[in-house]
């Protein structure tokens, strides 16, 4: 009887302990904003968007210790339309912004599913306005095709451990046919290496997609286009003032017709106001290859901390077209104006509530 018992006890103990390895946590964002943007010919749009300062979000990640130093985790994060309840544009949530499973150890983690691309990383995290509202940063997806993302791929990260030096290289996979007129399309190698010790922070990334088509190929096309894409981006946090300094470029190859490169250059500063505020501002300019049709594009912001987890936020945008451009602002959950008139400027304005738990 006494053995039985202990061997009750044994087994509940070591349940016990194989469940404190685990961990599964509940996380997201509910950011919604008041927006008006306006174009010059198109009049102006005012209604909520959604994810003006953090894009909005409902994820589930946990990790499991395996012993030895090896741990298993995953990740699934899905994108929260506010202003209407859905999913992204109007869908169901699904964990498109990130599903992932990884194996780490000392060396680093191995992560495999839908991720973020390596270079998006240095416009999300290394721009005042975080990539997101009426005052992001619009270096990205310029030729019309999503450099936000990728579909199976592969990555490896670095350890947090080398002293500051960062990194991570990823593969996706196209899973197309070997027989498919273009065999490669979807395949993406894409990288990024980064150093932040103290104040400093600097990183420099690249991706490479090949055989990428968009919405106005006719398929097959038999030779596909590949895109580029490469930027560097760094900051110095001085204490008062903290500048932002980015460089980016996007170019499609392979394709003989029409303007096939667009340079992003950026200057930027946040700077605490008050303890509990803080003040944003970019300046950019996007310079099309070959073409008058640039774009210059100014921001201003000032959010206000209620809380660790909640903020007030309010910015302000305007984008400037030259010769026969026709670019306009816009936002997360709302339409997007009609084409505005070539060389006309457009406005924006955004005025919300972020809480993350």
Do not use: C
């Not at 018992?5 to 964002?29: D, E, Y």
């Not at 097959?220 to 930027?231: A, M, Q």
């Amino acid at each position: 009887m006494h053995t039985k018992k202990a061997l009750v006890l044994a087994v509940l103990a070591a349940s016990t302990g194989a469940m404190a390895q685990s961990s599964v946590t509940i996380f997201g964002v509910v950011d919604v904003a008041a927006t008006r943007i306006s174009g010059s010919g198109a009049g102006n749009r005012l209604g909520l968007s959604s994810g003006g300062n953090a894009a909005s979000r409902l994820g589930f990640r946990g990790t499991e210790d395996l012993g030895g130093g090896l741990s298993a985790s995953f990740w699934l994060e899905g994108a929260l339309g506010i202003d209407t309840g859905t999913g992204t544009a109007g869908g169901p949530l699904l964990f498109q912004r990130r599903s992932t499973v990884s194996l780490s150890n000392q060396f680093g983690e191995l992560r495999l599913g839908r991720d973020y691309l390596p270079t998006w990383w240095n416009i999300a995290l290394l721009e005042p306005f975080g990539a997101r509202g009426v005052g992001t940063s619009q270096a990205h997806s310029n030729f019309g095709y999503n450099t936000i993302w990728s579909n199976n791929s592969v990555g490896y990260i670095l350890p947090a451990t080398l002293g500051g030096v960062y990194g991570q290289v990823q593969y996706a996979f196209g899973e197309k046919s070997s027989t498919a007129p273009n065999d490669k399309q979807g395949n993406t190698l894409s990288g990024r290496l980064g150093y932040q010790n103290g104040p400093l922070n600097v990183a420099a990334a690249y991706s490479e997609f090949k055989q990428v088509l968009g919405a106005s190929d006719v398929a097959p096309v038999t030779i596909g286009r590949d895109l580029k894409v490469g930027n560097v981006a760094a900051t110095w946090d001085f204490g008062v003032v903290k500048p932002y300094v980015f460089y980016g470029q996007e170019k499609v190859t392979g394709n003989p017709a029409g303007n096939n490169r667009l340079d992003s250059y950026m200057l930027g500063a946040t700077a605490p106001l008050g303890g509990l505020g803080e003040l944003r501002a970019t300046v950019a300019r996007y310079d099309l290859k070959d073409s008058s049709s640039d774009f210059n594009k100014v921001a201003i912001g000032y959010g206000y901390l209620f809380s660790k987890r909640t903020q007030f936020y309010v910015t302000a945008a305007r984008l400037t077209n030259k010769g026969a451009g026709t670019r306009s602002l816009a936002a997360d959950g709302m339409a997007t104006l009609a084409p505005i008139r070539a060389g006309g400027n457009s406005t924006g304005l955004d005025v919300g509530i972020r809480h993350s738990f």
